[in-house]
């Protein structure tokens, strides 16, 4: 059996099977000095091969194909890998050269196919007057035939010849989509998206189609630079887009190219081509903008409203003469094009007999070029003038033309014109005989497209489109919240993670906190921009010094830490050394530095049981060593688990305070002010004890100070010593017997107050008030949070985005606290209602957890879902106070109340029903509860009953108060 023609032998698709899995060769380059081989758009080959597929030369195309054979076949297994160090690594897996093969490829197998009858699934193509169809193809043994290489000879069978190449495509097109998938150049991407559109669309694959333009369009950015690669890809996609019968949205992209087209001519160096080359890209943009101009102006004249489609011809009509006036001579090709749009302007302004001349010659022009897509067109174009100037036979021939053209290349846009057009000149000539099967042909062609899939289709575009432009801008923001804006590191947030995970995995992380000494002296030697460029310099000399498996962080302000997996402290200062040399080696003069700059360096290594506080509290504390011996040098310990004087400023989070820290020298703690070049106090020999004694532990006698308060309350403060109340003395009328003078007793502290959060309401306040309270209160109080209750979403965001890791944020309480949460000590259960309670338990719960408990929550107990509480009382044991949040349900608290001897706070709310009077009917209703050990709240505080549930959760655990309750 003969092969088809255009197909190309058996033997030479044996032939291209085998030649897929030769060694590769490399690409042909545009230039030497080229980027992306000349495969990769915008390369010169790329556009050669593109115009031979779109053209249907598909033999030309195959031919040119054949220099780019170093691709190899997606069946082809990788060569085993032994793993020697001279073993050359394996190829990128984003490789665009890779990537844009296996397209072009495919597209030519698919081009094939569809001339044969299939589409890329094996299908086969509905024939256009029903004259049957034959079976689908195996594409299993197309696989199988890959696989063996056993392709069919000279005797085969076409089906299994074609079942291959189908097999084939689909493992390129799998191939190159995953390679453009990993690829970071979301514009080669786009353009690779655009061209898989099409070829599921050659395909008959709608749904296929539209998802590959969908994300197309998503990754192609409006602040997008111009250049000849996007304007090519704003083509494509408006192309596909007008296939789909999305036409407005085609417009809007095609349009847009144009525009970039326009730009880019404009713009020196966009094109990187010469001045006639940027006006011919110009003009095929303008072209095609009127082709679509033209084709909607069509459409409205079928609708029967011409007044419409008359500015859509005027508007083709003024492309095209631009394109004209562009175009050279020698650019045949996209003068015809022109024309052609040009004459179906003039006959849709009703100018018939102007256009009729330019179209025959068009007609003739592509007829010998191969140009199938513009030859259907102009025959088209044609066939409209003379059937609307009342030339019959001579319309039916052209139509007939270009309705077979496009039947052929699945033109299916053109394929519908061509048959309305027959079946209306037939209509007018009074053939019913010859109308007939045109209008069954072009109605069958009808169900693809009624306005329900296409309004559900713009639905789908519009909405799927936006899903991943917000996927990629939530990405963009992750991204944002690990990475410092300065130095481009990874920030503290990122590094307590990725610490956390360390050490939660087993792995023996060590750790280096790094500080600029000095640094405050040399901001205000050179300013604020010199400081940040010394510390962006810093963070390139601390990557360049460490592995690639080590990750360097931006901690806060002038100080970084190292994480270093798997790393011995003693590994970890070999290295942190040689990086401490060269800072203190580099040139600074550069950067208008005339200070020196060094780094003192902390290093810890993490044992079993460590968590991130205790590492990070271990290498701060060394850290601080270092700058007590002088700076500019490395201190490491070992023993994490040690127990050390002095400590970091970030000590309100992982530890004691510094002020033991600043005691062993003369020198402030912490104190980088001081000028360069001072002499500095330090010891010959400094010794820290692993705990600092404490003055409540001398034996000796009185510790003075503010110690005795600390170990017994003072007289008049509940001490052991106070004296027993008595009564007052009897009024007498006698003279006064002279009072007893003693001088009042000091105004001291009580034992135990808790340092309780700050509370900032965001009712009535801006977003910016918010922020300033907030600011004062981590100045006044940096060892607690701020607590933020009542705030907006924005005021939420901004206090996230200033506070960085120090913020936590409950959106459902619409709350937030700034600053080091307390170490949780007891247990509180909060308890709410109906659904309209849950904001303020979660306020409750969310201020309870703030204060320094844990919190557990039970929604939702209105009504008869009390039931499920009565039957499984767990949510009240083990818990130190309930907090019960109802409205509507208030006689929930004393319910509640009956069933355990837990402390209970209850909190009225004014949600519910318009009697409720504003909460006011729940408050007298929990007023009135005769269960006891219930304490109410003022009507939806739930920040109130938070902090007292907090305290009494705190002083059961602590010892100072009764002891838990238990479930009756």
Known sequence: MSAQPGWGSCDETDDA??????????????????VHSALVPPGTLHQRVTAALAHWRLDDAEELLAGVEGELSPYAAPAPRDGSPDEEPAEEPADLGRAWADTLHAELLVRRLRQAGFTLVGDPVEPPHGTGSPPALDLHAGVAELIDGDGPGDDG?????????AALAIALVRSARAAFDATADDLQRAAGLARHARIELLSRRVDAAMDEAVEAASLLDPGLPASLLLVDTLSTLAGVLADLELMPLALDYQRRAHETAVQAAATPGALDAADGEADVLVARTATRLGELCAELGEGLLDDGVPESAGPHFAEARGLAEQALALLPPESAEAVVAAQVVHGWALVGLGEHTAAAGPLRAAVRATATSGDRDLLAAALLALGRALRRQGDGAGADEQLAGALAIATEHGLSRLRRAALRELCTLHSELDDAGRALPYLQAYLADELDRVDERRTRWVELFGRRKSLLETERAAGQLRRQAYEDPLTHLPNRRYAEARLDGLLSSGAAPALAVV??????????????????????????????????????CRWAGDEFVILLPETTAEQAERALERTRRAVAAHDWAGLGVGLPVTISVGIASATRGDDRRTLFAAADGVLYDAKRRGRDRVVRLSAVTQTRAGASPLDALFGPPRAAAAAVTDEPAGDDTALVGAPEKVPAAVSVPAVQPSPLDDPTGDPGGFAPLLVDPPLGLGGPTDPPLAPAPPASSGPAEPARTTAPAPALPFRDVPSEPDVIWGTGRTTEQVLALVREARRQFPDRPAVVVRATAETLVALASEHDAYTTVDAAAMSAAVGPLPEAVGRVAVLSGNGGDTSVAAEAAFVARITGTEVVRVDDLGGTRIRGLLADPAALQDVDCLVVVAGLDASLAGLVAALTDVPIVAVPTSTGQPGSFGGFSALITMLNSASPGVVVSNIDNGHAAGVFAARIAR??????APGRGVVR
């Open 17 to 34: 099977h085998h030649t897929l899995r030769r060694a590769p060769r490399p690409v042909l380059d545009t230039n030497p000095t080229a």
């Open 157 to 165: 069978d076409l089906r299994a010849e074609c079942a291959a190449r």
């Open 955 to 960: 002083r059961t655990r602590s010892g100072t």
């Open 515 to 552: 500080d600029v000494d000095r640094f405050k002296t040399i901001n205000d030697a050179v300013g604020h921009p010199g400081g940040d460029a010394v510390l962006r310099r810093v963070a390139e000399l601390l990557v360049a010094g460490v592995r690639d498996t080590d990750e360097v």
